[in-house]
């Protein structure tokens, strides 16, 4: 079946611009995470969702990052007046259970802020 | 908060070498450890996941362990091969929210044929 996709798969914007990252996860999966990954780092969690909920963006960096997943299937996370430290890969995830099981990964968007 | 590091940042071998790569982590309460592949300019792949409760997983020519007490999880990759060529990841799931992945900075391999 497929996997996580994600869209678009390279992003530049010029620092001020506002950005729409999409996430198409395995489709019957409850649970659906953000990550923010930094060159030469590991990823670092944004967000949760667990169907339209959600349950934990203590990992957004600012007010300016917001994530939404209306429906409990696609999720797109806005970033508002990019500045050049938000660029980065961005990961989502999606897992079958509602706890942390095995995550699936998509390919990632490479955002890169001008 | 939970901290975690992984050794050797980088590692080149020849190909069909056993190598051992380490995660450690500095809070033993956690819910489970995985070990996740990403190759350049592609997602992560997991590789293997081990609850708290286990002591190990094997899948293939990979073989994770784990000790929570000491706070340490190995990888173990047995006859190495040039398509094992990858950054290695090591994430761990705490007890208290198990929702939330924290990562090392992974170790990137590379197995010279």
């Known amino acids: 079946g497929a996997g996580v996709s994600q869209s678009p798969r390279y992003k530049v914007a010029k620092r001020g611009q506002d950005v729409a990252l999409r996430c198409d996860p395995i489709s019957g999966h409850v649970s659906l995470f953000w990550y923010q990954q930094a060159l030469g780092q590991g990823p670092e969690f944004l967000t949760y969702f667990q169907n339209e909920a959600q349950l934990d963006k203590s990992g957004l960096p600012s007010d300016r990052f917001f994530a939404e997943r209306p429906e409990g299937s696609v999720s797109t996370l806005k970033i508002q007046r990019t500045q050049q430290e938000d660029s980065a890969v961005y990961l989502c995830a999606s897992s079958l259970g509602r706890s942390i099981y095995e995550q699936y990964f998509g390919p990632g968007t490479r955002l890169t802020v001008t | ?113």
Do not use: H, M
């Not at chain 2, 792949?45 to 990979?62: A, F, K």
């Not at chain 2, 173990?76 to 198990?98: E, H, R």
């Open chain 2, 1 to 113: 908060k939970q901290e975690v590091t992984q050794i050797p940042a980088a590692l080149s071998v020849p190909e069909g070498e056993n190598l051992v790569l380490n995660c450690s982590f500095t809070d033993s309460a956690i819910y489970n450890l995985q070990w996740f592949r990403q190759d350049p300019g592609k997602g992560l792949t997991s590789l293997l996941l081990i609850q708290s409760s286990q002591r190990e997983q094997t899948s293939g020519r990979l073989n994770a362990s784990l000790d929570k007490s000491s706070g340490r999880s190995t990888l173990y990759i047995a006859a190495s091969q040039p398509g094992d060529s990858a950054t290695y990841l090591c994430a761990v799931a705490d007890a208290g929210n198990n929702r939330k992945l924290i990562w090392g900075l992974g170790t990137s391999l590379a197995v010279n044929p």
